[in-house]
């Protein structure tokens, strides 16, 4: 009997108070890919907009980056952010995962300035991206951990 292969994606959000940066890992949960974002609005669209992704793409798990300081204290942005994580959980039925975002931010800083964009365009893709590196870290982690010892001989 063959064993099928489930398929289905990790969706990360890299909350802000203006935008919701998006990204997705690919079915094998390998890569990440920024998707954008949504504009903060009314609450009830933001929901409905996530719910389209997570059934569009066959997400299985939500990753939420968590703001957190230099010094791993929460902030006044933490707090909104567990507030967002908390409404979350009465409109999505599957597994949130809070991940410490950490420099984030400043990663994608970082590569924006090496590209040439104006700062209207960088505004409008720094949350996307910093969702697809909280992602892609988390994915390297969750991989390093399935794939420990795999390839290794002992001879």
Known sequence: MKEILKVSRILSIDFGSKRIGLALSDPLKILASPMGFILVSSKGEIYHQL???????????????????????????????????KELKKYIDLPIEEVDERLSSKEVEQILKQVNLSQTKKRQKIDALSASII?????????????????????
């Open 51 to 85: 719910l389209k992704i997570i059934q569009d793409y066959e997400v299985e798990k939500i990753i939420v980056g968590i703001p957190l300081t230099l010094k791993g204290l929460e902030s006044k942005q933490t707090k909104k952010v567990n507030g967002f994580i």
């Open 135 to 155: 992602l892609q870290s988390y994915l390297a982690k969750i991989n390093q951990k399935e794939n420990k010892g795999v390839g290794k001989q002992n001879f």
